[in-house]
C-alpha cells in the first residue's frame, strides 16, 4: 500500500494544503518518512490522515464557486468499529459544507472493503447538502453491493457509467460536468423511465 499514491496530475491546479478554506490548510508532507498505516500495511505520506485507523483522503479540487469537491479515499471504510463516516463527516465534509460545497465527488477505486453501522451520519450529510449531490465514482462492485444491502446507497449516486470512469483522463471541470449531466439524467424522469 505504500507505493499508491493519492493522484498528483491536477497538483498544478489545487493543492488542499494551500487553500485556506480546505481543513487540510498548512499540512506539509514528507516524500521520505512513512508516518501512516492501515493495519499493519504502511501508505504513501501524501495521504491524509483524517483521525480514523482505516480511511484516508485527498481532496484533489474544490471549487468553491461552483461548489464541489472531487475527493479520493484509500483503505477500508470501516463505521462498525470506527465510525469512519462521522469522522469523514466532521474532519473534512462539514468544513467543505461550511463553505458552501455541496457536490461530492468520492473516488472508491482505492477502497478495499466496507463495514456498516447505522445511517444516521450519512442522512445528516444528504440532508445537510439541500439541492446537492455525492457521487460515488469507482467503487469497488461488493462495496456498492455492501451499500445497498444496508440501504445506504440511497444517500449517494452510483452505478452504470459512474462504476468504470476513467476520470483520470479529465480536467477537474470537465470532470465535475461529465458527472453533473450523469446526475441530471438520473434525476429525469424520461431517463428514467426509458431505462425501465
Given at each position: 500500500m505504500h507505493s499508491i499514491e493519492p493522484y498528483f496530475n491536477w497538483r498544478n491546479l489545487y493543492t488542499a494544503e494551500e487553500d485556506f478554506r480546505s481543513p487540510f490548510h498548512g499540512r506539509a508532507y514528507s516524500e521520505v518518512y512513512f508516518t501512516d498505516a492501515i493495519y499493519d500495511h504502511l501508505i504513501h505520506p501524501q495521504w491524509d490522515?483524517?483521525?480514523?485507523?482505516?480511511?484516508?483522503?485527498k481532496i484533489l479540487f474544490a471549487e468553491y464557486e461552483d461548489g464541489y469537491a472531487i475527493i479520493e479515499l484509500l483503505g477500508?471504510?470501516?463505521?462498525?468499529?470506527?465510525?469512519?463516516?462521522?469522522?469523514?463527516?466532521?474532519?473534512?465534509?462539514d468544513i467543505l459544507i461550511d463553505e458552501?460545497?455541496?457536490?461530492?465527488?468520492?473516488?472508491?477505486?482505492?477502497?478495499?472493503?466496507?463495514?456498516s453501522s447505522d445511517d444516521s451520519y450519512y442522512e445528516e450529510w444528504f440532508d445537510d447538502i439541500e439541492?446537492?449531490?455525492?457521487?460515488?465514482?469507482?467503487?469497488?462492485?461488493?462495496?456498492?453491493?455492501?451499500?445497498?444491502?444496508?440501504?445506504?446507497?440511497?444517500?449517494?449516486?452510483?452505478?452504470?457509467?459512474?462504476?468504470?470512469?476513467?476520470?483520470g483522463s479529465f480536467r477537474p471541470?470537465?470532470?465535475?460536468?461529465?458527472?453533473?449531466?450523469?446526475?441530471?439524467?438520473?434525476?429525469?424522469?424520461?431517463?428514467?423511465?426509458?431505462?425501465?
Amino acid at each position: 500500500m505504500h507505493s499508491i499514491e493519492p493522484y498528483f496530475n491536477w497538483r498544478n491546479l489545487y493543492t488542499a494544503e494551500e487553500d485556506f478554506r480546505s481543513p487540510f490548510h498548512g499540512r506539509a508532507y514528507s516524500e521520505v518518512y512513512f508516518t501512516d498505516a492501515i493495519y499493519d500495511h504502511l501508505i504513501h505520506p501524501q495521504w491524509d490522515n483524517i483521525g480514523s485507523s482505516t480511511l484516508f483522503v485527498k481532496i484533489l479540487f474544490a471549487e468553491y464557486e461552483d461548489g464541489y469537491a472531487i475527493i479520493e479515499l484509500l483503505g477500508e471504510w470501516n463505521d462498525t468499529l470506527y465510525n469512519d463516516v462521522m469522522t469523514l463527516k466532521r474532519e473534512v465534509i462539514d468544513i467543505l459544507i461550511d463553505e458552501g460545497i455541496n457536490k461530492f465527488v468520492l473516488i472508491g477505486d482505492n477502497v478495499l472493503s466496507f463495514h456498516s453501522s447505522d445511517d444516521s451520519y450519512y442522512e445528516e450529510w444528504f440532508d445537510d447538502i439541500e439541492d446537492g449531490w455525492v457521487v460515488m465514482l469507482n467503487f469497488r462492485q461488493h462495496i456498492l453491493d455492501d451499500f445497498k444491502q444496508v440501504a445506504i446507497d440511497n444517500y449517494f449516486i452510483s452505478g452504470g457509467p459512474l462504476n468504470d470512469f476513467a476520470w483520470g483522463s479529465f480536467r477537474p471541470m470537465q470532470l465535475f460536468q461529465k458527472i453533473a449531466q450523469i446526475v441530471e439524467r438520473r434525476f429525469d424522469v424520461g431517463y428514467l423511465i426509458e431505462e425501465q
